[in-house]
C-alpha cells in the first residue's frame, strides 16, 4: 500500500473543485466564485504549494478573503463595481 491508498480522500468543496486527473499536467485546486455578474477563478497547484492540503488551505484562505471583499461591497444596478472587480483581481493575482 502507498501513501496516496491510505491519505484520506480530498473532496471538492462549494466553490473549491479539486482536479486529480492522471493524464493531465495540472493537480490541485480551483477556487470558482460568482457573485455580482462576475466570475472570478484561481487554480492552487499541488505542485506550487508543496501538495493537495497546503494547495486547499491556500485556497481556502484566498475564498475567506474574497468572500469578505464581494460580500461587504457596494453594488452598482445589482453588479460589483469596477473599483471592486479591480480588487479581488489584485486579491487573486490575475490582471
Given at each position: 500500500?502507498?501513501?496516496?491508498?491510505t491519505?484520506?480522500?480530498?473532496k471538492?468543496?462549494?466553490n473549491l473543485?479539486?482536479?486529480?486527473?492522471e493524464?493531465?499536467?495540472?493537480?490541485?485546486?480551483?477556487l470558482?466564485?460568482?457573485r455580482?455578474g462576475?466570475?472570478?477563478?484561481?487554480?492552487?497547484?499541488d505542485k506550487h504549494?508543496?501538495?493537495?492540503?497546503?494547495a486547499?488551505?491556500a485556497?481556502e484562505?484566498?475564498?475567506?478573503q474574497?468572500k469578505?471583499l464581494?460580500?461587504?461591497s457596494?453594488?452598482?444596478?445589482?453588479?460589483?463595481?469596477?473599483?471592486?472587480?479591480?480588487?479581488?483581481e489584485?486579491?487573486?493575482?490575475t490582471p
Amino acid at each position: 500500500m502507498n501513501a496516496l491508498e491510505t491519505a484520506p480522500a480530498m473532496k471538492s468543496k462549494r466553490n473549491l473543485t479539486r482536479f486529480t486527473y492522471e493524464n493531465t499536467a495540472f493537480q490541485g485546486w480551483r477556487l470558482c466564485l460568482s457573485r455580482g455578474g462576475v466570475t472570478f477563478t484561481k487554480y492552487f497547484s499541488d505542485k506550487h504549494y508543496g501538495g493537495g492540503r497546503k494547495a486547499l488551505d491556500a485556497a481556502e484562505d484566498t475564498l475567506e478573503q474574497l468572500k469578505g471583499l464581494l460580500d461587504g461591497s457596494k453594488k452598482v444596478n445589482g453588479r460589483l463595481s469596477n473599483v471592486t472587480v479591480k480588487k479581488a483581481e489584485k486579491l487573486l493575482g490575475t490582471p
